[in-house]
């Protein structure tokens, strides 16, 4: 019988599967992936299949109205440096404060995520964030810090949904229904994204005032702009306090709704910590995260300042619609790429699965790497072809968003039950930290510093901020070779936690390594574990 503590050893080569694994690979698709029976799932969680999907459709719609709050910003950020009066770096803040905020608590909520109700402490987060994001939008034009310190604030609702959402989709589903779920909830990401640059624009044009772009969210759409409601927001909390139901954590992996065995927080960290494929994996999404927080912020203004270098369109008026129309044709491509990227990954990653366990880090390896000379090859046509340009961005983007729902699929089939939601904020923690907490604000920091010294200029400001942006396409190789190393451990990590879960593996508990040596001879007992033979 083998030892609990013998470690796993990976079989299977990075690009190919060895004849000796078809055994194993069975005995996995008939535990994950075949084994995903609707009978069991309600028997153990008391919650029938229409039930569990629709509550991803709920946490699909929060996760959409989330990243439309994010992303209006960028949609009208060209009227908020007018109405500011702020440069490039400051405008950069906008963004760094609330992902600052969003990482930091985080792990916060992944700590009581793992121990409380979970649809009690989303319920919470929503409406502090609803409540906010509508109060930022009346922020006067000289206190520009207030309306930092409020998207720094939204921060807190948006930390207790993103790590605990995820984890309420393990604890409903298996294998490819799993996989399938997380992809509908990670739709929301290119979806949501691109609706905050098409409402942002639109309703600015609509309206003729940027404020209003960051109540929509919040806004009763049945009533005109002056009759504003947190009716989105209410409605969110509503659904989920309503239609979202709790259920047993990693009760569908152990076949039990019996309690699991929690450890201490220090004990899950440092689990986390020598889990390598979750922390190889968090380095990748941090590149993804990078590259994704720029282009976000600064894609629509770089967009813009291309065509007033080229002379297609004039700044005469701060109010002219150039700019706007830039972020409704980049909204409109994010969305289609994001819905193609995502839905083509997890597809690409179930059916090369079937010959390569190794194949959802190097589906995500292949699209961060692929995406890097596309994204550079836009920056570079940007001034002579702006057709190419978009065309470039579209490539690019679908190749980026390879990866959303296959790195959320990992963490959950890597890291055991109780400690998913700690999990899920440390990578969040990490990704952000060095990742778009940063990213805007260093791609408009280097932007001026190019920009310092020279003359004003249309083209001197376009220059500038294309040559910011090349750095995200050395980024996305870098973040490519994370994946590529995620692929050399994640067979032995994935079926270590499937042991666990199944009560057939045990970890060490720090007592168990400690062999004590009695004084003045005295007999002791120590652990069999701990004897040398």
């Given at each position: 019988m083998t030892s609990q503590r013998q470690p796993f050893a990976d079989t299977a080569p990075i690009l190919a599967q060895p004849d000796d694994t078809e055994d194993e690979e069975k005995e996995g698709a008939k535990l994950g992936r075949e084994g995903d029976g609707e009978g069991d799932v309600l028997a153990i969680t008391g919650i029938s299949s229409p039930r569990a999907i629709f509550i991803v459709g709920v946490l699909f719609f929060v996760n959409l109205l989330n990243y439309m709050d994010r992303f209006t910003v960028a949609g009208v950020l060209t009227d908020i440096e007018h109405f500011f009066t702020i440069d490039d770096s400051k405008s950069g803040l906008l963004q760094t404060v609330f992902i600052s905020s969003y990482m930091v608590l985080a792990p916060i909520f992944g700590y009581l995520g793992d121990r409380y109700n979970r649809k009690y402490l989303m319920c919470i987060g929503i409406t502090f964030w609803s409540i906010v994001t509508l109060g930022s939008s009346f922020t006067p034009k000289e206190h520009f810090w207030l309306l930092l310190l409020t998207r720094g604030l939204v921060g807190v609702g948006e930390a207790s949904y993103s790590t605990i959402a995820p984890t309420i989709i393990a604890d409903l589903f298996l294998g490819d229904r799993r996989s399938r779920m997380l992809s509908i909830f990670y739709f929301a990401i290119p979806v949501g994204s691109g609706l905050g640059y098409i409402v942002g624009s639109k309703v600015r044009d609509v309206t003729g005032d940027w404020h209003w772009a960051l109540r929509v969210p919040q806004t009763d759409p049945l009533y005109s702009p002056p009759q504003v409601t947190p009716g989105l927001g209410v409605l969110a909390v509503i659904l989920l306090f309503t239609v979202v139901h709790e259920p047993p954590r990693g009760a569908v992996e152990t076949h039990s709704d019996a309690p699991l065995q929690y450890t201490s927080w220090i004990t899950d960290l440092r689990a986390l910590s020598h889990n390598r494929s979750f922390v190889l994996s968090s380095l990748g999404f941090t590149a993804v995260a990078f590259v994704t927080g720029s282009l976000a912020l600064w894609a629509p203004a770089f967009l813009h300042r291309s065509r007033l270098a080229t002379g297609s369109c004039s700044d005469v008026l701060?109010?002219?619609?150039?700019?706007?129309?830039e972020s409704l044709t980049f909204g409109i491509v994010t969305c289609v790429t994001g819905v193609l990227g995502v839905s083509s990954g997890v597809e690409i990653s179930r059916r090369w699965h079937r010959t390569n366990p190794r194949a959802d880090p190097l589906v995500c390896a292949a699209g961060l790497i692929g995406s890097a000379p596309f994204l550079f090859l836009a920056l570079v046509f940007a001034q002579s072809s702006i057709t190419f340009t978009y065309v470039f961005i579209f490539i690019g983007e679908t190749l980026l968003s390879l990866n959303w729902a296959i790195v959320a699929d990992i963490l959950l089939y890597v890291v055991i039950p109780t400690r998913r939601s700690t999990a899920e904020a440390f990578q969040i923690l990490l990704s952000h930290l060095l990742?778009?907490?940063?990213?805007?604000?260093?791609?408009?920091l280097i932007s001026d510093r190019i920009q310092d010294g020279r003359p004003l200029s249309h083209l001197s400001q376009f220059r500038s901020l294309e040559y910011a942006l090349m750095?995200?396409?050395f980024v996305g190789v870098i973040g490519g070779a994370f994946f590529l190393a995620t692929a050399c451990f994640i067979q032995a990590d994935r079926k270590r936690t499937e042991l666990y879960a199944q009560g057939?593996?045990?970890?060490?508990?720090e007592s168990e390594d400690r062999i004590v040596v009695p004084q003045r001879g005295r007999s002791t007992k120590v652990p069999v574990s701990s004897v040398l033979i």
């Open positions: 701060p109010e002219n619609s150039c700019g706007n129309s990742g778009d907490a940063g990213s805007p604000y260093l791609i408009g750095v995200c396409a057939q593996f045990h970890e060490e508990s």
